[in-house]
């Protein structure tokens, strides 16, 4: 096998997931390059982790309340150990999208519920995921949707929805922000329990119908008595929501754009490419495998080398992939899942709404 075979297939196991040592690289050169992205698409294929030893020798992680850092343990175990890389990198993509913080949930199960939701759902169809942001009692109570009432709305969670989860600015109105607000009143959390001794109780969705607007509105065009199913149906069937997705898939495993908050401004580095991923995605009922199927595949990803900076996770965890030493939760996971932190990247608590800068910023 020839160098070029290797180094593409290094390039292929950092971007789709945390590298690969050299006897992994040869056997997989054999197997074949498009054998390879199945393999990884496929992650049915492979076992979930065993999580008994992490919750048997660090009974914390099981309800780690505020404790700082220790809430990222677990995930930061899995992302080392996982037989399923990709499907961890796509939790690690989607978590820098639907950017929740335990600075403000202040529960770290809860933020930890969302990388779960992750792993089942993203690389499905990206409505159905959508959907569950929508649901999640974090980010209900992240961006204020339980203060959110039929006769009192609170724009925060349909501003970030329309903004920096699915079509971007220049794609809405502020009419357009108001009316989402509205359909979304009455999505809520149930009441909980007090703090108890080891952290807080889960907390879980709940539907008010006597908190929900139940009065006309005008979204993207569509008038009506519209609900957030409807939103999120409205949104996704606009061809701005596919674009701002691939443009995502786009800067985390091929090249870094410009931050989010410029793409309104700033042309894609690659706008032949961002067109045909989110074609792709249109095309496939938004179907984030089948998306990834072909950006894997894409003469654009495989010339993409030396394009994109790893983020801080993405060092730690391929680091220790590579030298081993990490496959048992042995004293001292709690301090090694702070180290991202140490690089500007403090797992399950981005810096806001928005993320973590990305590229040059590290």
């Not at 690969?20 to 294929?45: H, I, M, P, W």
């Not at 974090?138 to 329309?162: F, P, Q, T």
């Not at 539907?207 to 607007?213: A, G, Q, S, T, V």
């Not at 080398?305 to 081993?324: H, I």
Request: hydrophobic share 35%; glycine share 8%.
């Amino acid at each position: 096998m020839s160098d070029q075979d290797i180094a593409l297939m290094a390039h292929l196991m950092r971007r789709a997931g945390f590298g690969a040592t050299r006897d992994e690289l040869e056997t997989r050169v054999a197997n074949g390059y498009e054998a390879t992205v199945e393999e990884l698409l496929s992650t049915e294929e492979h076992e979930e982790l065993n999580r008994d030893e992490m919750q048997r020798f660090h009974p914390w992680t099981w309800r780690p309340g505020t404790l700082p850092g220790m809430g990222a343990a677990e995930w930061l175990h899995d992302l080392i150990n996982t037989k399923r890389p990709l499907e961890e990198k796509m939790s690690l993509f989607w978590h820098g999208i639907f950017a929740t913080g335990v600075s403000k949930v202040d529960h770290y199960d809860d933020v930890m519920d969302m990388i779960v939701k992750f792993r089942h759902k993203g690389m499905g169809d990206f409505r159905e995921l959508l959907l569950e942001m929508a649901k999640d009692p974090a980010m209900i109570y992240w961006l204020d949707n339980n203060d959110n009432h039929a006769d009192a709305v609170n724009e925060n969670w349909g501003r970030e929805l329309l903004e920096l989860f699915s079509m971007g600015v220049g794609n809405y109105t502020e009419d357009d922000v108001r009316d989402c607000s509205r359909a979304f009143t009455g999505w809520t959390i149930e009441p909980k329990l007090p703090r108890g001794p080891i952290g807080r109780h889960d907390w879980f969705f709940e539907y008010r119908e006597d908190d929900h607007d139940d009065t006309d509105k005008t979204f993207l065009g569509h008038t009506g008595n519209h609900n957030g199913e409807d939103i999120i149906r409205f949104i996704t069937e606009d061809p701005a929501c596919a674009r701002f997705i691939a443009r995502h898939l786009y800067s985390f495993f091929v090249a870094d754009e410009v931050q989010v908050p410029a793409w309104s401004v700033t042309p894609p580095r690659d706008p032949e490419a961002v067109d045909l991923l989110a074609n792709t995605l249109m095309s496939n009922g938004y179907d984030i495998r089948s998306t990834l199927r072909v950006l894997f595949n894409s003469d654009f990803f495989k010339n993409s080398r030396f394009e994109r900076l790893k983020n801080p996770t993405e060092v730690v965890v391929g680091t220790l992939r590579m030298v081993g030493g990490a496959e048992f939760p042995a004293p001292g996971i709690g301090d090694l899942s702070r180290q991202p932190n140490y690089m500007g990247q403090d797992l399950l608590n981005p810096p806001s709404v928005e993320g973590w800068h990305t590229g040059a910023e590290w």
